[in-house]
């Protein structure tokens, strides 16, 4: 499924290592098929005649590191529940295969929430014969049924073209 997001999200550094020890978890369990439900607020929003409208960063905070915002992410009150990040705009994605444009440096403050569900689907007989009927009829890369090992390094690759860690 490709996503037109817009945005890099930048969580900190624990949101970014969480969602790799919850996929490294799902892999050894022979977990498969799971999704990342984000919620994103926009913490700075004006409203005019009925729009809210988010307000980037202004410039000069773009360029200069906000060292608060380590710190202030770091106190959220649970790891993937209203924790601070940025979020930067994106133009449109130009080759289809990112779920993200290129940076266009407009950054917003943002609390996010976020985490894995559907973790139901085992990687049993039932996904291994799905596998093998749909990779001879489709590219073997592309379809959703596959290894939870391989499942897990797709399904990161695409997490971290959305989650950017903060530098």
């Known amino acids: 499924m490709v996503i037109e997001l817009m945005h890099q999200l930048r969580p900190p550094p624990s ?26 607020h926009f913490r700075n929003t004006t409203c005019e005649r009925d729009v809210i409208l988010a307000r980037p960063i202004n ?63 085992d990687y049993d007989i039932s996904k291994k014969l799905e596998h093998a009927y749909k990779s001879m009829q489709y590219d073997a890369a592309l379809i959703s049924a596959v290894d939870p090992r391989q499942y897990s390094r797709r399904f990161c690759d695409f997490i971290f073209k959305v989650f950017v860690e903060e530098v």
């Open 15 to 40: 949101g970014c290592r969480q969602v790799n020890i919850d996929c490294d978890f799902l892999k050894r369990e022979r977990i498969m098929d799971y999704s990342l439900l984000i919620g994103i």
């Open 59 to 121: 410039s000069q905070e773009n360029t200069v590191k906000d060292e608060n915002f380590s710190s202030r992410a770091q106190d959220s009150k649970s790891l993937g529940v209203d924790m601070l990040a940025r979020a930067e705009l994106t133009g449109r994605p130009d080759d289809g295969l990112l779920p993200t444009g290129r940076p266009i440096e407009e950054i917003y403050d943002v609390s996010i929430s976020f985490g894995i569900i559907d973790i139901l689907q």
